[in-house]
């Protein structure tokens, strides 16, 4: 294990909230799709480190994360004031749960977030391998408000994208709805699941427990219910131990 040192490339400044940046990524960093590794900045000399989700695929010479700004965050009210060039550590250590040979192999894939929760699911959903596993893969977002939906743009457009629409080939669907505010889609994913109101939606089958996957990453909230919801359906958690019917990642630890 190593703290590897990575140059800032690129900002984005979504909201007041949330921002994603990139950075050089060492060639001996190797990661799966969807994991999270430690990453900070030094303060007072020391390693000041959080988990924090790879959001690009690990067919890319760069890294990407999509971060919060928490008021007074030990590591975020520095973190969100990087500069181009700053340097970022990141432990060489990869893990987590939400990577798909933790699923039993299936029909469709849902890809369930909320807040930065998006992260991990921004890697998977740029993975080949995702569609060769899959028929479909389906990617939800819920926010509180329109502006807050990260990456809105380059999702809706993921199809058409000139790299990555040979890797879809039509097969990912991106939903999103916010609880905030008025919108196209508004309310908790729970809702759209529950009576089968996103699958209709989209068009899709039906969620089938024997067939169906599911990736769910948010906060303790969202994660409990769907993990309720989806237990009811008759599907169950896998981890890295065993396969199963969905995984969960929280987004983050509540204190
Ligand atoms: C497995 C895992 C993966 C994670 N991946 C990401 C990621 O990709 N992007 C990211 O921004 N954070 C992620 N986090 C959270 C991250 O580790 C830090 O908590 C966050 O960067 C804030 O750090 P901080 O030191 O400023 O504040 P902290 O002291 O770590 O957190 C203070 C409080 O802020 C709130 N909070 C923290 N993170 C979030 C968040 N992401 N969304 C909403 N509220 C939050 C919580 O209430 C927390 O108790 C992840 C956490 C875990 C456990």
């Not at 800032?8 to 909230?17: A, R």
């Not at 959001?55 to 590591?75: Q, R, T, Y």
Request: aromatic share 10%; net charge neutral.
């Amino acid at each position: 294990m190593a703290l590897l040192s990575e140059t800032v490339i690129d900002i984005k400044h979504w909201t007041n909230k949330t921002f994603s940046f990139k950075t050089t990524r060492n060639k001996t960093f190797r990661f799966k799709n969807g994991e999270f590794a430690m990453i900070g900045l030094e303060v007072e000399n020391k390693p000041l480190l959080r988990a924090y989700s790879i959001a690009s695929p690990n067919h890319e010479d760069h890294l990407e994360f999509l971060s919060i700004k928490v008021p007074n965050g030990p590591l975020t009210s520095k973190l969100q004031h990087i500069k181009l060039k700053d340097e970022i550590l990141i432990n060489s250590k990869s893990t987590g749960t939400l990577v798909c040979d933790y699923l039993l192999p299936g029909r469709n894939l849902f890809l369930l977030s909320t807040g930065t929760g998006l992260a991990p699911f921004m890697s998977i959903i740029r993975d080949p391998e995702t569609y060769e596993k899959f028929n479909k893969v389906i990617l939800t977002h819920t926010v509180r408000e329109v502006k807050e939906l990260a990456y809105k743009d380059f999702l809706e457009n993921l199809n058409n994208d000139q790299l990555y629409s040979e890797i879809t080939k039509g097969n990912f669907l991106y939903f999103n709805s916010v609880t905030r505010e008025n919108f196209e889609r508004t309310g908790r994913i729970t809702t759209w699941i529950n009576e089968n109101k996103l699958t209709n939606y989209l068009n899709i089958e039906n969620f089938d427990p024997k067939l169906d996957r599911v990736m769910i990453c948010g906060s303790e909230d969202m994660t409990f219910d769907l993990k309720t919801l989806f237990e009811k359906k008759g599907s169950s958690e896998g981890s890295t131990q065993i396969q199963g019917g969905f995984v969960i990642e929280k987004a983050f630890a509540e204190k």
